[in-house]
């Protein structure tokens, strides 16, 4: 099984680009996005996704119109999907249930560039988020996927060694810290199972041609349940695929 995530940006203007026609062919088997921007009924043209992925499921901000969103399209049936938790009032979280396991989608609140929202990212989000995703692990595995806005490790930045000091969102301890908890937990980073190497990122500024010169952000994860690390077979960036300023990330699991 092969599943793709990836933060569109808004996944009208992805569609109206073609970025997403790569899809078409087949050669995944689930497809997680994040920051959609619409609402399901908003989004036009599609047929031909439908026939590809029928199985769909999405989830919108209650709050404001047009805002963050995320959504699962699979190639086959979902044996059950779950509303939204509570604490999650802008659809930045969709969840539905396969036969072995359960597949979170999230796009994780951005802390912003002054960090106002900081504490409301580290003492509510992340630990309800946690608590979420763990109350199915009783049940059967999880696989959590999207862009989870945090650069864990040093190895996740370019230049690392210029940042010393510096506090970015993202980026600041408490959000690593968070997110070394979540880990911790129960899942595995599976892109770092198979690679170790720097220069791997799947964010990048517009500016500065920043995305032409490598000078990104790792902000994107599969995070895989202990318990199916045996079955994972790999893990990958599609940094080739335009169309956002995040890229593609894959997972392939027996």
């Not at 999880?142 to 370019?158: E, M, R």
């Not at 199972?193 to 599969?222: C, E, M, Q």
């Not at 895989?224 to 990330?249: A, F, N, R, T, Y």
Request: a negative charge.
């Amino acid at each position: 099984m092969k599943i793709l995530s990836w933060n569109v940006a808004g996944i009208r203007a992805v569609l109206r680009k073609n970025a997403l026609d790569f899809a078409l062919e087949g050669e995944y088997d689930i497809l997680c996005f994040q920051e959609t921007k619409a609402e399901q009924v908003q989004v036009k043209n599609i047929d031909a996704f439908k026939a590809v992925y029928p199985h769909q499921h999405w989830n919108h901000s209650k709050k404001r119109k047009g805002y963050s969103g995320t959504s699962i399209w699979s190639k086959s049936p979902f044996v059950s999907t779950l509303e939204s938790p509570e604490f999650d009032q802008e659809g930045r979280i969709t969840t539905v249930e396969f036969s072995n396991f359960y597949l979170v989608t999230v796009y994780t609140p951005n802390s912003k560039g002054d960090l106002s929202r900081l504490s409301e990212r580290t003492t509510e989000w992340d630990p309800l988020f946690r608590d979420y995703c763990n109350s199915f692990k009783c049940i059967k595995p999880v696989i959590i996927c999207g862009d989870l806005n945090v650069i864990h490790q040093d190895i996740d930045i370019y230049q690392p060694e210029k940042h010393q000091g510096n506090i970015y969102a993202g980026y600041t301890f408490e959000e690593r810290s968070e997110f070394t908890q979540l880990l911790s937990s129960g899942y595995i980073d599976a892109f770092r199972k198979f690679n170790n190497n720097p220069s791997n990122y799947t964010w990048w500024s517009y500016v500065h041609n920043a995305r032409t010169k490598n000078i990104g952000w790792r902000l994107d994860y599969f995070l895989v349940d202990e318990s199916l690390q045996k079955d994972v077979i790999d893990s990958s960036i599609e940094s080739h695929i335009m169309g956002s300023d995040h890229c593609p990330i894959t997972l392939n699991i027996k």
